[in-house]
T-cell receptor, first 116, second 116 residues
Framework: GAGVSQSPSNKVTEKGKDVELRCDPISGHTALYWYRQRLGQGLEFLIYFQGNSAPDKSGLPSDRFSAERTGESVSTLTIQRTQQEDSAVYLC??????????????FGEGSRLTVL | GDSVTQMEGPVTLSEEAFLTINCTYTATGYPSLFWYVQYPGEGLQLLLKATKADDKGSNKGFEATYRKETTSFHLEKGSVQVSDSAVYFCALSNGGSGGSNYKLTFGKGTLLTVNP
């Protein structure tokens, strides 16, 4: 499809396990964002990639969280030693110009993570 | 830091009713303001935006005016339809005072249900 694709759509895991979430952005979009939405909360910025520049990781909540992006393609968000408070919907978005250039963000449907 | 506050939901209306979803913000400088919408089973998508004071964003019959004096960006529609049922998110981006204008700061979202 032409939109942002995320997988898995749902993930249930046990506390302490590692999980990996994948995002396929729209082809040609240089900017890629990860956000998190916990129940009853707004979207929380996690990380931003722009082309080959160093990513802005300032929103990652702890060193258990990491993300990678190869060039301008797929990104993976990895959560190590998951905790119950990591339960949330993880949203990926991509943009051709980026918000700073009044570019629109295109969001995937999200990956719902439940940590038991 | 920057923040967005929008009215608590859920909001339930009958078809053809008038809609207002309040949104206020706290930010230094001159942020850009956005409304995103998430229809059931879909990712968030941009509904409208305004980049400077007194600008009015409009799309699909929805309108919002950037009011700097009241730090507000209320969403309105004169006659809602069942197909408008969705979650609506108010958001801002702000490069002022050293902020990162490529990030969006979101409100918690307001669930709108329109009944026939």
């Amino acid at each position: 499809g032409a939109g942002v694709s995320q997988s898995p759509s749902n993930k249930v895991t046990e506390k302490g396990k590692d999980v990996e979430l994948r995002c396929d952005p729209i082809s040609g979009h240089t900017a890629l964002y990860w956000y998190r939405q916990r129940l009853g909360q707004g979207l929380e910025f996690l990380i931003y990639f722009q082309g080959n520049s160093a990513p802005d990781k300032s929103g990652l909540p702890s060193d258990r969280f990491s993300a990678e992006r190869t060039g301008e393609s797929v990104s993976t968000l990895t959560i190590q030693r998951t905790q119950q408070e990591d339960s949330a919907v993880y949203l990926c978005a991509s943009s051709f110009l980026g918000v700073q250039n009044s570019g629109e963000l295109f969001f995937g449907e999200g990956s719902r993570l439940t940590v038991l | 830091g920057d923040s967005v506050t929008q009215m608590e939901g859920p909001v339930t209306l009958s078809e053809e009713a008038f809609l207002t979803i309040n949104c206020t913000y706290t930010a230094t400088g001159y942020p850009s303001l956005f409304w995103y919408v998430q229809y059931p089973g879909e990712g968030l998508q941009l509904l409208l935006k305004a980049t400077k004071a007194d600008d009015k964003g409009s799309n699909k019959g929805f309108e919002a005016t950037y009011r700097k004096e009241t730090t507000s960006f209320h969403l309105e529609k004169g006659s809602v339809q069942v197909s408008d049922s969705a979650v609506y998110f108010c958001a801002l981006s702000n490069g002022g005072s050293g902020g990162s204008n490529y990030k969006l700061t979101f409100g918690k979202g307001t669930l709108l249900t329109v009944n026939p």
